[in-house]
Structure formats: structure tokens, C-alpha cells
């Protein structure tokens, strides 16, 4: 069974740093891409971030280019999302998902597994 679970501090000030985790399970985790996904209070799911080849390839979204940095550990089998000059823009529910469908504009779909996800606030 595959299982996605994520970790990390919620509340952070703007221009802060934090760190997400997300621990997986179930599956060969240096084959597959892992991605990070946000959600907004109120609007839709936004892609962050997304890691492939066992960490070879980095990708992200424009509005976290240069502040966030995704990596995985083969070896403890997680995914991190590193989140620097936050801003309250980035509050959301962040979740890490795997197994990527193909389903754009990103919907529940759109990925085979996700995690529970965890909680950002960025607030002073």
C-alpha cells in the first residue's frame, strides 16, 4: 500500500524559513517523480514543485522559483520541501503526491497518491 505522510512547522512570519517532509511507502520511491501541490483557502490546487530521477531534475512553479527547493533522500525514502522568504501568499495546505495522470488543470486526479497534507500559515 502506498502511503504519503507529511510533516512540518505550520506557523511561520513572512520572510521566514520552514521545512516540509513527506515520508513514503509502498512503493520503489527512486522511480518516481514526487511533487509538492498546494491549495489556497478558497481556490484551487497549484502545482509547487516537482523532483524526478531520484533527485536529478528539479522543477517549479514561478511564483516559489528561487525561494523553495525540493529534494529527496533515497535513502529514507522522503521528499522535502525546503521554503525560504516566505511570504503570506504561500498560505495553504501543501500536500506531496506521486504517480502523476496527466489531469490539467490539477484536480483530485491528477495524481494516483497523495498525502493528508499539512498546514502553512504565514503570518505575523
Known amino acids: 500500500e502506498v502511503q504519503l505522510v507529511e510533516s512540518g512547522i505550520g506557523l511561520v512570519q513572512p520572510g521566514g524559513s520552514l521545512r516540509l517532509s513527506c515520508a513514503a511507502s509502498g512503493f520503489t520511491f527512486s522511480n518516481y517523480a514526487m511533487s509538492w501541490v498546494r491549495q489556497a483557502p478558497g481556490k484551487g490546487l497549484e502545482w509547487v514543485s516537482t523532483?524526478?530521477?531520484?533527485?536529478?531534475?528539479?522543477y517549479y512553479a514561478d511564483s516559489v522559483k528561487g525561494r523553495f527547493t525540493i529534494s529527496q533522500d533515497n535513502a529514507n525514502n522522503t521528499v522535502y520541501l525546503q521554503m525560504n522568504s516566505v511570504k503570506p501568499e504561500d498560505t495553504a495546505m501543501y500536500y506531496c503526491a506521486t504517480g502523476f495522470t496527466g489531469g490539467w488543470p490539477l484536480n483530485s486526479l491528477s495524481f494516483n497518491y497523495w498525502g493528508q497534507g499539512t498546514q502553512v500559515t504565514v503570518s505575523s
Open positions: 523532483v524526478v530521477s531520484g533527485g536529478g531534475s528539479t
